[in-house]
């Protein structure tokens, strides 16, 4: 059966499959289909939705905000991210506060930096710490933090209190199975994907050449087939394997949309498993964090 949610440090508890919003809003002319694909997919019982500021400079924010219009705010589990650059003591407040304008509600449940660029991890865990006592946000975690990055956050005060670290991660992304995901199990830590599965399973890998994207493996297709399912659904499928992953596919038409919330419905085995890391292996060594 499949796990609807993940736990949080907090004790709260997140939902797993979620809508990702990255590379929506950057043609007024798709704006409407957008909106609507969000909107379908809420009917259809999504409600964790992801963005970020620097998503169209904000145009993503105001697109889910637009979405959002007549549901619950309860009922939505909204996350968004502020950039390396305003993630201080001077911009933090203000950039949050367009945020939340945009996105039509008065508070967040997580708040992501979006990468650590040349933050003071210190004043970011304090801000963020101070965002969660104004009752602006619920959580607060980060994105595209690899292990040394994550230490560095738990050295400073209140660095402990992250919730969230996403990252890049799909069948043809695996190296932080090597040690960011241990890491970070260990300390209670789960994690968010996104691109899961790699841009409908395009995604060219660092370590990988344009013919043998994931759409056009055998393994990846027998798979597919032994489950009756789309090869989109087995990669989804692969990430939700694991129980202290969420998911933030992208889509926009209903066809797509549907797709993705029917992955529930799938649970790979350990042949499954096997099977598909014969083209994909999970890694032996230290890998470099994939970003995108």
């Known amino acids: ?58 145009k993503s924010e105001l697109l889910v905000g637009k979405a959002l219009e007549g549901y619950r705010r309860e009922d939505r589990y909204i996350v968004t991210k502020v950039l390396p650059e305003n993630a201080n003591r001077r911009r933090i407040y203000s950039s949050l506060d367009r945020s939340l304008k945009l996105l039509g509600t008065d508070y967040a449940d997580l708040y992501l930096l979006h990468w650590r660029g040349d933050t003071d991890l210190s004043e970011v865990a304090a801000c963020m710490e101070d965002l969660k006592a104004k009752g602006k946000i619920r ?36 190296g932080v199975e090597y040690d960011l995901v241990p890491w970070q199990r260990e300390r209670g830590i789960p994690f968010m994907a996104y691109c899961p599965v790699g841009q409908a399973g395009a995604l060219v890998t660092q370590d990988r050449v344009s013919k043998e994207m994931m759409v056009k493996d055998p393994n990846v297709r027998a798979v597919a087939e ?67």
């Open 139 to 174: 959580r607060w975690g980060v994105s595209n933090f690899d292990v040394q990055d994550m230490e560095d956050l738990w050295k400073v005060p209140d660095g402990r209190n992250c919730c969230m670290n996403q990252i890049l991660y799909n069948l043809g992304s695996r």
């Open 1 to 58: 059966m499949f796990q609807e949610t993940v736990l949080l440090p907090d004790g709260s508890l997140m939902p797993r499959l979620g809508q990702g919003t990255w590379q929506m809003a950057e043609d007024d002319s798709k704006a409407e289909r957008e909106i609507a694909g969000l909107r379908h997919g809420f009917d259809l019982g999504f409600r964790l939705i992801d963005s970020a500021e620097m998503y169209a400079d904000g």
């Open 226 to 292: 032994r489950h009756g399912c789309s090869i989109v659904q087995v990669l989804l499928a692969f990430v939700l394997r694991l129980e202290d992953f969420a998911a933030m596919p992208k889509a926009v038409s209903f066809a797509h949309i549907e797709e993705n919330y029917a992955v529930k419905e799938i649970s790979l085995t350990e042949e499954d498993i096997e099977q598909l890391s014969c083209s994909f292996p999970a890694p032996t060594e230290k890998v470099p964090m994939e970003k995108y």
